[in-house]
């Protein structure tokens, strides 16, 4: 079962376009909500992450979008340049830090 | 950040064989460590949570007499793949628990392949 629902699958963007990733989930015990980075052959590498007691966090052109009522969040990515261009994931961890994933965005940026 | 460090980078063996891998904290004393398992173009899976000193947790399906995972130190975790088979080959990740709350910190991965 999963856990996270994360859409689009891939994801076309021109330069300087904004790029939206979307996730949900229903876990109400889910209180820590990253997004990770990931390029070909290499591990994920925290992007930025919000907990439930904000609606919105906001770190360059990096934004995450949260809405605890509907039990969404989003990541925004402004002026996207081809240098993003790769697969993008979405988390949710509990106290326990079990994390489970969403699955993947693959994003390419269109120079 | 932690900085995670993964050995090997990559890996062939031949099916029947052992591989290790080790996973060392560089720069944090890691309580937890978290194994997962990529298959390309797929999401992280994950294997097991290792607590430093204590006999790891095992997701379910995940055959914990085939992964065997110690975690000998605050820093260093290592995953043994025994008797190796094709279906084995996969992208291996290991993360730490970070300072914060549902934190983890992933290392490069290391990408198995059984022939």
């Known amino acids: 079962q999963q856990q996270v629902k994360q859409s689009p699958q891939s994801l076309i963007v021109q330069k300087g376009g904004i790029s939206i990733i979307n996730c949900a989930y229903e876990?109400?015990?889910?209180?820590?909500f990253p997004w990770y980075q990931q390029f070909p052959g290499k591990g994920p590498a925290l992007l930025i992450a919000?907990?439930?007691?904000?609606s919105e966090k906001k770190e360059g052109r990096f934004t995450i979008s949260f809405n605890k009522s509907a039990k969404q969040f989003s990541l925004h990515i402004m002026d996207s340049q081809p240098g993003d261009s790769a697969t993008y994931f979405c988390?949710?961890?509990?106290?326990?830090?079990?994390?489970?994933f969403g699955a993947g965005t693959r994003l390419t940026v269109k120079p | 950040g932690a900085v995670v460090s993964q050995h090997p980078s990559w890996v062939i063996c031949k099916s029947g064989t052992s591989v290790k891998i080790e996973c060392r904290s560089l720069?944090?004393?890691?309580?937890?460590m978290f194994w997962y398992r990529q298959f390309p173009k797929q999401s992280l899976m994950l294997m097991a949570t290792?607590?430093?000193?204590?006999?790891?947790?095992?997701e379910q399906g995940v055959e914990k007499d085939k992964f065997l995972i110690n975690h000998a130190s605050l820093t260093l975790s290592t995953l043994t793949v025994t008797s190796a088979h094709p279906e084995d080959s996969s992208f291996y990740i290991c993360?730490?628990?970070?300072?914060?709350?549902?934190?983890?910190?992933f290392g490069p991965g290391t990408r198995l392949t059984v022939t």
């Open positions: 993360s730490v628990d970070g300072r914060r709350r549902g934190e983890q910190y």
């Open positions: 876990n109400t015990a889910f209180d820590y």
């Open positions: 919000i907990r439930p007691d904000v």
């Open positions: 988390a949710a961890s509990n106290q326990n830090n079990d994390m489970r």
């Open positions: 720069d944090f004393q890691a309580t937890t």
């Open positions: 290792s607590n430093e000193g204590s006999k790891a947790t095992y």
